[in-house]
């Protein structure tokens, strides 16, 4: 594969910092405990790894809430520990992407410390989404509601009557909204891409990335948004033709480098849309959303893959599939848990890493991990706090050993992890399953071994184009068009394999050879 498309195919590790190991002991994860576990990623067979935000934050949405772009936060380390990863990842052959937090800053960034003080109608205060109610003091400017929850406004000096102004925040109070109307956060944003490029980051993960722009006034929504979907159901909020020329202009930036550095977009539209943001000129590459959020249903399955195939076709773009991240439901639970959970979510991982395009991994994922059902009063995501679910089930720290201390390996034994791990977890660890023929971890690897020779010997080719198929024996297929096929059973019979050459399967077969059910399977076509 060439460098200059290398991410088309690429197998791509979500690492979750706070969560992944913790080499500072104060029950966070950190840089240092990921650059002494990157022996562990690389042995996965990834290509490289996207690390949510490191940058200085307060932490109130668990980094997405950037006080201070061109820097480390303190509590996973420092820019020359960030240095010595990315040296220590390229040794690897392990490319490294970080999280840009585009729509949105923290309260505590100092310009929205001097907007606050500069008061109405100032430049600092454009920056941002300042303004007065036509409803007076007490009743926000508009109808839309935030994304966690409650309304999407709050005012700059509560209080105050001579500031009576409100500041918009499509999340928590605590992340202002940019005003990419103005020319000073398009400035601005380059010369972020620049610092981080700079430094030889290989590319940047975009969060919300269709948000940047609202429509012109900000007028109330027709309909009142849901909570849960605040951005997606409000279209006046999100999706505006001007974000288009961001891309652009990014696509530009990132093409200065050499090799060109990788442009990855949470775009949380349907396919239709999302593949808008991916034309030639615009990101390389967005994450499948219409197939991650889906539970284990063949018909959603197929009509997204349907979809997303036609988003290709029309951008060009292979989908960046996924089906877990750092927001969604562990795919074990929303499968519906137990052993039944695991099978199907080792099918759910077969089918990934064979389905045509790049892939995303998130961390856990390779162990089988389910959601936690977090107590109430451990819970530190700000959605829940703001009436939302808690994310939290999904970001519980990695158990690295089966020792019997609270930690189990992923901070100094006797402190406590900053989301507490769940009883038995040691039984899903990485100590137990290294070496089982018969773990998650084990079968991750294999397939990720699989895949990356069935590239290089193009039996797979990063062109392939996939057909699919919901078939009356309740299987899903997908057809690439270099003749192998992806099929699950998700039906509750065992159904036949197509006619070919078996090259890897979730879970064994059936006596007579059949593809039992909640499993998944490659088949090569012979020619
Ligand atoms: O998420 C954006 C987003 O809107 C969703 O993923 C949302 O959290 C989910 O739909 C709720 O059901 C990104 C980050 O991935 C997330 O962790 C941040 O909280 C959010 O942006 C704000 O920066």
């Known amino acids: 594969m060439s460098a200059a498309t290398w991410w088309r195919s690429a197998v791509i590790y979500e690492v979750y910092p706070r969560s992944f190991a913790d080499a500072s002991s104060d029950g966070v994860g950190d840089l240092s405990g990921l650059r002494q576990r990157l022996d562990y990623v690389a042995a996965l067979g990834v290509d490289g790894v996207w690390l949510t935000p490191i940058q200085r934050s307060p932490q109130v949405d668990q980094g997405y809430d950037i006080s201070d772009y061109r820097d480390v936060d303190p509590l996973f380390g420092d820019l020359d520990e960030l240095d010595a990863l990315l040296a220590e990842a390229h040794a690897r052959g392990l490319r490294v992407l970080l999280d840009i937090v585009p729509n949105h800053t923290s309260t505590q960034n100092p310009a929205f410390q001097a907007a606050l003080d500069a008061g109405p109608g100032s430049p600092e205060r454009d920056l941002f989404h300042f303004r007065d109610s036509p409803h007076g003091p007490n009743v926000p400017p508009n109808n839309w509601v935030s994304v966690f929850g409650g309304p999407a406004w709050h005012r700059a000096n509560p209080g105050s009557t001579t500031d009576q102004q409100w500041y918009l925040h499509l999340f928590s109070p605590a992340q202002p909204d940019w005003n990419w109307d103005n020319p000073a956060v398009t400035e601005h944003f380059d010369q972020i891409l620049r610092f981080w490029f700079d430094r030889s980051v290989d590319g940047m993960r975009i969060d919300v990335a269709h948000g940047l722009f609202k429509a012109p006034g900000l007028p109330d929504s027709p309909a009142v948004p849901t909570v849960i979907d605040g951005l997606r159901s409000n279209p006046l909020a999100m999706d505006q033709e001007a974000v288009h020329e961001v891309y652009r202009r990014w696509r530009k930036l990132a093409e200065e480098y050499d090799p060109p550095r990788l442009l990855v977009g949470e775009v949380n539209l349907e396919p239709d849309r999302a593949a808008r943001y991916t034309r030639p000129d615009e990101m390389h590459q967005c994450f499948a959303f219409a197939f991650a959020r889906l539970g284990w249903d063949a018909a959603a399955w197929v009509d997204a893959g349907h979809r997303l195939e036609q988003g290709r076709s029309e951008s060009g773009a292979e989908p960046g599939w996924a089906v877990e991240n750092h927001d969604l439901v562990r795919v074990v639970s929303r499968y519906?848990?137990?052993?039944?959970?695991?099978?199907?979510?080792?099918?759910?991982?077969?089918?990934?890493?064979?389905?045509?395009?790049?892939?995303?991994?998130?961390?856990?994922?390779?162990?089988?991990?389910?959601?936690?059902?977090?107590?109430?009063?451990?819970?530190?995501?700000?959605?829940w706090a703001s009436g939302g679910v808690s994310r939290d089930g999904a970001r519980i720290p990695l158990p690295w050993t089966v020792s019997t201390s609270g930690a189990h390996g992923f901070t100094t034994d006797g402190v406590e992890p900053w989301l507490p791990v769940p009883e038995g977890w040691g039984e899903l660890s990485v100590e137990r399953q290294n070496g089982d023929p018969s773990s998650s971890l084990t079968l991750t690897r294999h397939a990720l071994a699989l895949r990356k020779e069935l590239y290089g010997s193009g039996v797979l080719s990063a062109h392939d184009k996939g057909a699919w198929e919901h078939r009356p024996d309740g299987s899903v297929v997908c057809s690439r068009t270099s003749g192998v096929q992806v099929m699950v059973a998700m039906g509750d019979q065992p159904v036949a394999l197509p006619d070919g050459e078996l090259l890897l399967a979730s879970a064994p077969l059936t006596t007579d050879g059949h593809l039992p059910p909640d499993t998944a399977a490659w088949v090569r076509s012979r020619d």
């Not at 199907?344 to 162990?367: D, I, T």
């Open 336 to 383: 519906g848990g137990g052993d039944r959970g695991v099978r199907r979510a080792r099918a759910a991982l077969v089918a990934l890493l064979g389905l045509p395009g790049a892939v995303y991994l998130y961390q856990g994922q390779e162990l089988g991990l389910p959601e936690v059902d977090v107590s109430l009063a451990k819970r530190a995501d700000p959605m």
